[in-house]
C-alpha cells in the first residue's frame, strides 16, 4: 500500500464523453502529478499541484482539465479525448515539489482506453 | 535537450547478477532515483545518489559518477519477483525530474 489511491483503475469511453479521474493521498503531502504513460515511452509529466498551486502545465492539450480542490486530492477531468490519449494515468504525490530531493510515491493508475 | 538513455530490455537468470545502465544529459543535476514498476503496478522508489559512488541497500545497490553522468542499479541474486521494468529518472536544475523510458527485466529460472 503506497499511501495514494486513484478511481477507477480502467476506464473506457468514446471521444465525445466526459470522465474524470480521482486521486487521494494519505501520506500528508503538499505536491500532486499527474503523469501519462505510454508504451516504451518515459513517463510524461502532464500538471504539478504544489500546495494547490498549479506550478507546471507542460503544454497539456486542454481536452486534459486538472482540479487539486485541496492537498489530498487531485483530479483530472476528460472530455473530447482522441485515441492516442489511450495510456496509464498515474497520479504521485510527494512532499514539496520544489526540493532537490523529491521522492514521489505513485497510486496504481488508470489504464485509460479511447475508442 | 534533456535525455536519459537505458537499455529497452535485459534478460537474465535467477541466481545471477545483472547491472543496468543509465545515462543521462541534463540542465543540472540534483539527484538520480531508481523505480521499480512491476506490470499494472505503481512505480515504487529502490534507491537514491546525489554524490558519487556506490549506495547498497540489501540485493540492490546503485551507482552514480556525476562526472561521466551515469549511474548503473546492481541486482544481486536475482529472483523471479525481480521480473519487472526499472525507471531512472534526474532531477535538473529546476527539480523536475527527468524519466527514461524504463529497462524491462525478464528473469529466467
Known amino acids: 500500500e503506497t499511501g495514494v489511491t486513484q478511481t477507477p483503475r480502467h476506464l473506457v469511453m468514446g471521444m465525445t464523453n466526459k470522465k474524470s479521474l480521482k486521486c487521494e493521498q494519505h501520506l500528508g503531502h503538499n505536491a500532486m502529478y499527474w503523469y501519462k504513460q505510454s508504451a516504451k515511452k518515459p513517463l510524461e509529466l502532464m500538471f504539478v499541484?504544489?500546495?494547490?498551486?498549479?506550478?507546471e502545465n507542460n503544454s497539456v492539450p486542454s481536452r486534459f482539465s486538472p482540479e487539486c480542490p485541496n492537498s489530498s486530492h487531485l483530479f483530472l477531468h476528460l472530455h473530447t479525448l482522441q485515441p492516442e490519449d489511450s495510456a496509464l494515468y498515474l497520479c504521485a504525490s510527494s512532499q514539496d515539489s520544489s526540493g532537490s530531493y523529491n521522492e514521489q510515491f505513485f497510486g496504481p493508475g488508470t489504464r485509460l482506453t479511447v475508442l | 535537450g534533456q535525455n536519459i538513455d537505458q537499455p529497452t530490455e535485459m534478460t537474465a537468470t535467477e541466481g545471477a547478477i545483472v547491472q543496468i545502465n543509465c545515462t543521462y544529459q541534463?540542465?543540472?543535476?540534483?539527484?538520480l532515483f531508481w523505480y521499480q514498476q512491476h506490470a499494472g503496478e505503481a512505480p515504487t522508489f529502490l534507491s537514491y545518489?546525489?554524490l558519487d559512488g556506490l549506495e547498497e541497500k540489501g540485493r540492490f545497490s546503485s551507482f552514480l559518477s556525476r562526472s561521466k553522468g551515469y549511474s548503473y542499479l546492481l541486482l544481486k541474486e536475482l529472483q523471479m519477483k525481480d521480473s519487472a521494468s526499472y525507471l531512472c529518472?534526474?532531477?535538473?536544475?529546476?527539480?523536475?525530474?527527468?524519466w527514461g523510458a524504463g529497462t524491462k527485466l525478464i528473469i529466467k529460472p
Open positions: 541534463t540542465s543540472g543535476f540534483n539527484g
Open positions: 529518472a534526474v532531477t535538473d536544475s529546476n527539480y523536475q525530474l527527468i
Open positions: 545518489n546525489v
Open positions: 499541484y504544489n500546495f494547490k498551486e498549479q506550478t
